[in-house]
C-alpha cells in the first residue's frame, strides 16, 4: 500500500523518529497565547482573564484573585480558533547528503519535491470548565477547580498534488518537520485562597494534576537528509510516528489586593513548570523498515516547559461607566533548549555540536535553544448599563523561537493582538460573553540563518530556512450560572 510505502526507513536507523512540537495555539499552541508566544494557549475569557479579575478563570490567571468572589459560579468557555500558517522554502535550504549532493541537485525533481509552499488552515476547538465558591459566605475561604489546556496544540498540513516519483512530496515541502500531530497539556487545578478581613488582600495557591500527551508524523531519512531517493532511485524518505504521554503536577502561588470601594485591583502571580523541571513522557515509537518489517521501540520524550510570571491591575473610573485594564507576562522560555527522544529510561545527554556521549541512550534530539518572552495587553470597558459590558484591548508579545532552530512545528513571530467583545448579565444568576480575537504573527524570513542541518547527530535534521506567516481568529464564548 501507498501509506506502507511511505513510512520505509532504512534498518539501521530505524528508532531515529521525530518529535515534532505544534502550534494551537496559540497554539496555542495552535491557536498560541497573544501575549506570551511558544506554545501557551490561553486565551479563555479574553479580557476577562487577567491575573487581576476575580472570577472563575483565576483557578488559572491568579488563584489570590478567588478571594474578590462571592457566591458559587460555574463558568464553561468554548474558543473556536482558526489558524492559517505559510512556509515557502527555498532552493537555499535544501539538505542533500553529501554524498549524493551533486546528483540531487542537479535533479529537477528532488528541487520540486523539497522546495515551494506548504500551506495549513485548521480549525480547533480549545474549552474550559471551572467552579469558584465562598462556601456560603465565608470572610476567610475560597476555593476553585477548572480543567483546561493551557499548552498545546495541534495542526495537519494541505497535501499537494506532488512531483512524479517523489512520493512523499504530496505531503508538502514542511514534511521533514511536520506533517500532522498534536501536543497537549491538560491542567486540573485545584485551587484555594484566603481573604485578610478588613483589608481587600488575599493570597492563593493551587495544584494541578498536568496529563501531557504527544503524537507527531514526519518525513525521516536515515541519515538525516532531505534525499528523497537512493542512488539506484528507490525510496529514501520515510515517515516516523512517535505517540507519548505522562502525568506531572504544576503549582502556582499568588496575591490580590482591590481596594474598599472596588475600583482597584491588583494581581500578582507565578506559575511553575509542569513536572517542575524536565518531563518525561513514556510512549512508542513507530515504523516500517526498508524491506516492509514494521519496528516499535519504547521510549521516553523529555521537554521543558517554562514558568511563568503574571501582573495585571485594573481601574473603574468614578462615574462606574469605564474600567481601564492591563497586563503583563514573562515567561522563561528559555528553559526549552530541546526535545529529546530517548531509550525508555535513560536521560539525554548532548554536546554543544549537538553529538551525544551516549550516543546508545539517545535516539533523536532537537535543538530549540528558545528565549524568554513578554507579552503585554491594555483594554476598556465600557458600561453601557447594569447589564451590558462592551470590551475592546490591543496587546503584543515577543517572539521565543529564535531563527537558527524555528521550524514548520514551531512557527513563531513578535505578535500583535486584539480583541473586541460584550458580556450581557441576563439575571442576578445568568451571564453570557463573546468576543472576537485575533493575533497577527510578524512575517518571519530566516535569510540562511537556520542551524538545524548543522547540528552533529543525533540533533541534525533537514534545513528549515524559508519565510513564515501567520494568523490566527479566534471566536470566544463563555457562559457563567453563579448561586
Known amino acids: 500500500m501507498r501509506s506502507r510505502k511511505l513510512l520505509c526507513l532504512h534498518a539501521r536507523k530505524a528508532t531515529f523518529a521525530a518529535i515534532t512540537l505544534l502550534t494551537l495555539a496559540v497554539g496555542v499552541g495552535t491557536p498560541t497565547e497573544a501575549r506570551a508566544n511558544g506554545y501557551l494557549t490561553a486565551r479563555f475569557g479574553s479580557d476577562h482573564g487577567t491575573p487581576a479579575m476575580a472570577n472563575t478563570y483565576a483557578v488559572y490567571y491568579n488563584p489570590a484573585a478567588l478571594g474578590g468572589t462571592t457566591g458559587t459560579t460555574i463558568t464553561a468557555d468554548v474558543s473556536l480558533a482558526l489558524r492559517y500558517a505559510h512556509y515557502k522554502r527555498p532552493e537555499e535550504a535544501l539538505s542533500p547528503s553529501t554524498n549524493a549532493s551533486d546528483r540531487l541537485r542537479a535533479d529537477p525533481n528532488y528541487v520540486a519535491a523539497n522546495t515551494g509552499d506548504g500551506n495549513l488552515l485548521n480549525l480547533l476547538a480549545l474549552p474550559f470548565a471551572g467552579i469558584n465558591t465562598d462556601f456560603g459566605g465565608s470572610p476567610y475561604f475560597r476555593a476553585g477547580y477548572a480543567v483546561y489546556v493551557p499548552f498545546g496544540g495541534m495542526a495537519t498540513w494541505d497535501r499537494r498534488s506532488g512531483v512524479p516519483g517523489e512520493l512523499g512530496s504530496t505531503d508538502g515541502v514542511q514534511r521533514w518537520h511536520n506533517i500532522s500531530g498534536q501536543i497537549l497539556t491538560i491542567y486540573n487545578t485545584f485551587a484555594g485562597a484566603v481573604v485578610i478581613p478588613n483589608t481587600g488582600l488575599s493570597f492563593g495557591a493551587s495544584v494541578s494534576p498536568v496529563i501531557q500527551h504527544v503524537a507527531t508524523t514526519r518525513a525521516r531519512t536515515a541519515d538525516d537528509s532531505d534525499d528523497t531517493t537512493n542512488t539506484n532511485g528507490t525510496l529514501k524518505e520515510g515517515r516516523s510516528y512517535l505517540d507519548a504521554s505522562g502525568v506531572n503536577l504544576a503549582a502556582s502561588f499568588g496575591a490580590y489586593w482591590q481596594s474598599p470601594d472596588s475600583r482597584i485591583r491588583l494581581g500578582a502571580a507565578y506559575l511553575s513548570q509542569p513536572g517542575f523541571g524536565t518531563s518525561r513522557l513514556s510512549g512508542t515509537l513507530n515504523g516500517v523498515v526498508q524491506g516492509g518489517a514494521y519496528v516499535k521501540q519504547d ?9 511563568i510570571v503574571r501582573v495585571g491591575g485594573a481601574w473603574r473610573l468614578p462615574n462606574d461607566k469605564v474600567e481601564f485594564r492591563s497586563d503583563l507576562e514573562y515567561v522563561r522560555w528559555s528553559v526549552f533548549d530541546n526535545q529529546c527522544v530517548v531509550i525508555k529510561g535513560r536521560d539525554c545527554k548532548i554536546n554543544p555540536d549537538g553529538s551525544s556521549p551516549n550516543a546508545q541512550d539517545v535516539v533523536l534530539n532537537i535543538p ?25 484591548s490591543g496587546g503584543f508579545a515577543t517572539a521565543a523561537a529564535p531563527k537558527e532552530t524555528i521550524d514548520a512545528s514551531t512557527i513563531d513571530a513578535f505578535s500583535v493582538s486584539g ?55 479566534m471566536l470566544n464564548a463563555n457562559a457563567s450560572y453563579t448561586f
Request: aromatic share 16%; net charge positive; charged share 20%.
Open 419 to 473: 480583541a473586541i467583545g460584550a458580556r450581557y448579565t441576563v439575571s442576578r444568576h445568568f451571564a453570557f460573553a463573546a468576543s472576537y480575537n485575533h493575533i497577527y504573527y510578524l512575517p518571519v524570513d530566516t535569510k540562511g540563518a537556520n542551524k538545524l542541518n548543522e547540528f552533529a547527530s543525533p540533533s541534525k535534521s533537514p534545513s528549515a530556512d524559508g519565510k513564515y506567516t501567520s494568523q490566527i481568529g
Open 368 to 392: 530549540r535553544n528558545w528565549k524568554d518572552a513578554i507579552g503585554y495587553r491594555l483594554g476598556v470597558g465600557y458600561f453601557a448599563n447594569s447589564d451590558l459590558e462592551l470590551f475592546a
Open 299 to 307: 521510549i521516553d520524550f523529555l521537554q521543558t516547559w517554562p514558568d
